[in-house]
T-cell receptor, first 112, second 115 residues
Framework: DSGVTQTPKHLITATGQRVTLRCSPRSGDLSVYWYQQSLDQGLQFLIQYYNGEERAKGNILERFSAQQFPDLHSELNLSSLELGDSALYFC???????????FGPGTRLTVL | AQTVTQSQPEMSVQEAETVTLSCTYDTSESDYYLFWYKQPPSRQMILVIRQEAYKQQNATENRFSVNFQKAAKSFSLKISDSQLGDAAMYFCAYSAGGATNKLIFGTGTLLAVQP
């Protein structure tokens, strides 16, 4: 158990819909990262937050957005869903002093 | 841009034997971090080992060790006394460190352990 929690574990929805994925980092970690794992794109970095502020953006679509709340939990919002958005979405967290990222169990998103 | 390459899509090892997974990377940075993550069938991403580029000594964690060749930009993972539970996808990852330390992953090596 990494100490990073993600909900829900599985999500099945239809094209055009909007979903929210939630992540709670390890106790004391200020940085939260979101990654997407799909068959064709592999593991890709989406976005990073540090203590509530956006720190870096990767290959994140405009239909996707994220935020980190004062209690440090983070949410990834995916809207106007397409079949190609079906993937495993991971959240990871790290401390400022240690660059090691610890991953949550992931949310499996299926868009039908 | 930094890249990570894993040239072995699949590997197989006999139980109790030793196997080495290869990874090369490309970067112009002098300070960075390298990682190996394991993804078993449960799909959980589990940290196996990490290496700081400024450290010349190769990292070890129990049966797992790395061969870090900075000049050659090579970072291989050696698994000794392989166990059935080691069967998984293994990902090599690079982080530039600093304030924005996103992970850049290789495409993975699927390791099978034969009893």
């Amino acid at each position: 158990d990494s100490g990073v929690t993600q909900t829900p574990k599985h999500l099945i929805t239809a094209t055009g819909q909007r979903v929210t994925l939630r992540c709670s980092p390890r106790s004391g970690d200020l940085s939260v990262y979101w990654y997407q794992q799909s068959l064709d794109q592999g593991l890709q970095f989406l976005i990073q937050y540090y203590n509530g502020e956006e720190r870096a953006k990767g290959n994140i679509l405009e239909r996707f957005s994220a935020q980190q709340f004062p209690d440090l939990h983070s949410e990834l919002n995916l809207s106007s869903l397409e079949l190609g958005d079906s993937a495993l979405y991971f959240c990871a967290s790290s401390t400022k002093l240690d660059n090691t990222q610890y991953f949550g169990p992931g949310t499996r998103l299926t868009v039908l | 841009a930094q890249t990570v390459t894993q040239s072995q899509p699949e590997m197989s090892v006999q139980e109790a034997e030793t196997v080495t997974l290869s990874c090369t990377y490309d970067t112009s940075e002098s300070d960075y971090y390298l990682f190996w993550y394991k993804q078993p069938p449960s799909r959980q991403m589990i940290l196996v080992i990490r290496q700081e580029a400024y450290k010349q000594q190769n990292a070890t964690e129990n049966r797992f060790s790395v061969n870090f060749q900075k000049a050659a930009k090579s970072f291989s993972l050696k698994i000794s006394d392989s166990q059935l539970g080691d069967a998984a996808m293994y990902f090599c990852a690079y982080s530039a460190g600093g304030a924005t330390n996103k992970l850049i992953f290789g495409t993975g090596t699927l390791l099978a352990v034969q009893p």
